[in-house]
């Protein structure tokens, strides 16, 4: 998606070792978003952030952290992966009520 | 709070047909609305928006809906399907306070027959 690229696009990942997701935007947006989507729940807010150094937590929070220590970048952290974190994780940046623009979606697998 | 219930994780219609996806939402201040629109593999891609102006919204793709304050409604609809439509359609609810969130609806996965 133009403005807007997330990495990896896919990785495998072990039970226990921590993953870092990446979401790099062009756009200058002040808010950022990372979701999880599951079959049955659509999407969830995991993390969200307002500004550089400014985020705060999602509905579905645990297990996960995130930084922001550029407009651009918004980093998405499990700390010590579980087989309930496998999803399709999704980055997205917001000018409020324009709506979101998301980006292409991580798939993370955990083994 | 904020929530969104989407009618139906299934619809199927036959090209040429209606299509009409159904959302209510519950919020306690006045909301922004949106429906989005998922293709197999993509990310979720804005199909139109609703933000206090014009209560009949005009998306891409031929889309409409309509925001219905009565009846906490936001449905939205096309005349006719094409088998391009087929796709996960999501509505969601954003508020501003004091720090913007969006929630988003389960989703419906639109079929269309040919």
């Known amino acids: 998606d133009a403005g807007i690229t997330q990495s990896p696009r896919h990785k495998v990942t072990e039970t226990g070792t921590p993953v870092t997701l990446r979401c790099h935007q062009t756009?200058?947006?002040?808010?950022m978003y990372w979701y999880r989507q599951d079959p049955g729940h659509g999407l969830r807010l995991i993390h969200y952030?307002?500004?550089?150094?400014?985020?705060d937590k999602g509905e579905v929070s645990d297990g996960y952290s995130v930084s922001r220590s550029k407009t651009e970048d918004f980093l998405l952290t499990l700390e010590s992966a579980t087989s309930s974190q496998t999803s399709v994780y999704f980055c997205?940046?917001?000018?409020?009520?324009?709506?979101?623009?998301f980006g292409s979606g991580t798939r993370l697998t955990v083994v | 709070a904020q929530s969104v219930t989407q009618l139906g994780s299934h619809v199927s219609v036959s090209e040429g047909a209606l299509v009409l996806l159904r959302c209510n939402y519950s919020s306690s201040v006045p909301p922004y609305l949106f429906w989005y629109v998922q293709y197999p593999n993509q990310g979720l891609q804005l199909l139109l928006k609703y933000t206090s102006a014009a209560t009949l919204v005009k998306g891409i793709n031929g889309f409409e809906a309509e925001f219905k304050k009565s009846e906490t409604s936001f449905h939205l609809t096309k005349p006719s399907a094409h088998m391009s439509d087929a796709a996960e359609y999501f509505c969601a609810v954003s508020q501003n306070t004091g720090g913007f969130k969006t929630i988003f609806g389960a989703g419906t996965r639109l079929f269309v027959k040919a």
């Open positions: 952030s307002y500004g550089v150094k400014d985020t």
């Open positions: 756009e200058n947006h002040r808010y």
């Open positions: 997205a940046i917001s000018d409020i009520q324009d709506g979101y623009t």
